[in-house]
Nanobody, 123 residues
Framework: VQLVESGGGSVQAGGSLRLSCAGS????????LAWFRQVPGQVREGVAA???????TYADPVKGRSTISRDNAKDTLYLQMNSLSPADTAMYYC??????????????????WGQGIQVTVSS
């Protein structure tokens, strides 16, 4: 199983970014998928998750300004983030689990992780 994130970088506050996560080595369409983020010295937190049926879940800090989606034909997970603020600065990780999970935004539910990609939002 391999997950590779892309699309990160630096952006001004108020801007937008779309993160991508390409999966390989597994049946992408059957996995629960999620995005997490982590700031140095802090715990990794869930951002958004999506079941195999496309049902999304969002953490409160990003709700209403982010959209998680998946393209099973391309084995790719996306996270569109709008109205970014410096508080969104973090390393972003995609994660996968082969089946339904109970707590979609909990790190312990996922056993496959990407290497992470940096998002930096400047004021």
């Amino acid at each position: 199983v391999q997950l590779v994130e892309s699309g990160g970088g630096s952006v001004q506050a108020g801007g937008s970014l779309r993160l991508s996560c390409a999966g390989s080595g597994f049946t992408f369409s059957t996995y629960a998928l999620a995005w997490f983020r982590q700031v140095p010295g802090q715990v990794r937190e869930g951002v958004a998750a999506v079941y195999s049926d496309g049902t999304p879940t969002y953490a409160d800090p990003v709700k209403g300004r982010s959209t998680i989606s998946r393209d099973n034909a391309k084995d790719t997970l996306y996270l569109q983030m709008n109205s970014l603020s410096p508080a969104d600065t973090a390393m972003y990780y995609c994660a996968a689990y082969p089946g339904p999970v109970i707590n979609r935004l909990a790190t312990w539910e996922y056993n496959y992780w990407g290497q992470g990609i940096q998002v930096t939002v400047s004021s």
